[in-house]
T-cell receptor, first 110, second 114 residues
Framework: GENVEQHPSTLSVQEGDSAVIKCTYS??????FPWYKQELGKGPQLIID?????GEKKDQRIAVTLNKTAKHFSLHITETQPEDSAVYFC?????????FGAGTRLTVKP | EAGVVQSPRYKIIEKKQPVAFWCNPI?????LYWYLQNLGQGPELLIR????????DSQLPKDRFSAERLKGVDSTLKIQPAELGDSAVYLC????????????FGEGSRLTVL
């Protein structure tokens, strides 16, 4: 089955700096790659996603890039704010079978 | 529109006791998932339903875990008997169906087994 690896496990940045989280996947048939944000005591919530026919997608301060050949994808957050502090999960999906990475705890220091 | 609703939010039980979690997905969502989330880890799939059919239960420990989704709407996940290692958050999620992508998660049910 699909295996998703995510790093770093923790990331601390100063407010206003950029943050980058990277993931790799094992199944070349995976075709959908979402990123979820989970705040304490809440369920994960989708923040951005990308499909395998697209190399890059941007939504305001967040962007995701996908390299299908290398089977890796990354989340980029620019101009970080304290409210960006949370745990972020990447996932890879094929035909509704979605598998998650272990998560990155992002801390944005004011 | 209401999101995915789970109950109870918190449950504390003694080991060897049974426990059940309930999930009501977003109206019209055909696909329903149960995930296990251990502390500091990502969600791990337990079972996935397409309507009332369990299409992937390969990760469900069938000796003690069971699930059902009667009528293809809400779902129940049961553990009997519970073990100490079952302490975790049980997340339910739903989506419109195959190939559509986004999963919508409930807030989870946190289980503590003493």
């Amino acid at each position: 089955g699909e295996n998703v690896e995510q790093h770093p496990s923790t990331l601390s940045v100063q407010e206003g700096d950029s943050a980058v989280i990277k993931c790799t996947y094992s199944d070349s048939a995976s075709n959908y790659f979402p990123w979820y944000k989970q705040e304490l005591g809440k369920g994960p919530q989708l923040i951005i996603d990308i499909r395998s026919n697209v190399g890059e997608k941007k939504d305001q301060r967040i962007a995701v890039t996908l390299n299908k050949t290398a089977k890796h994808f990354s989340l980029h957050i620019t101009e970080t704010q304290p409210e960006d502090s949370a745990v972020y999960f990447c996932a890879a999906s094929k035909d509704s079978d979605m598998r998650f990475g272990a998560g990155t705890r992002l801390t944005v220091k004011p | 529109e209401a999101g995915v609703v789970q109950s109870p939010r918190y449950k504390i039980i003694e080991k060897k006791q049974p426990v059940a979690f309930w999930c009501n997905p977003i109206s019209g969502h055909n696909t329903l998932y149960w995930y296990l989330q251990n502390l500091g880890q990502g969600p791990e799939l337990l079972i996935r339903y397409e309507n009332e059919e369990a299409v992937d239960d390969s990760q469900l420990p069938k000796d003690r875990f069971s699930a059902e989704r009667l009528k293809g709407v809400d779902s129940t996940l049961k553990i009997q008997p519970a073990e100490l290692g079952d302490s975790a958050v049980y997340l339910c999620a739903s989506s419109l169906g195959s190939h559509t992508g986004e999963l919508f998660f409930g807030e989870g049910s946190r289980l503590t087994v003493l």
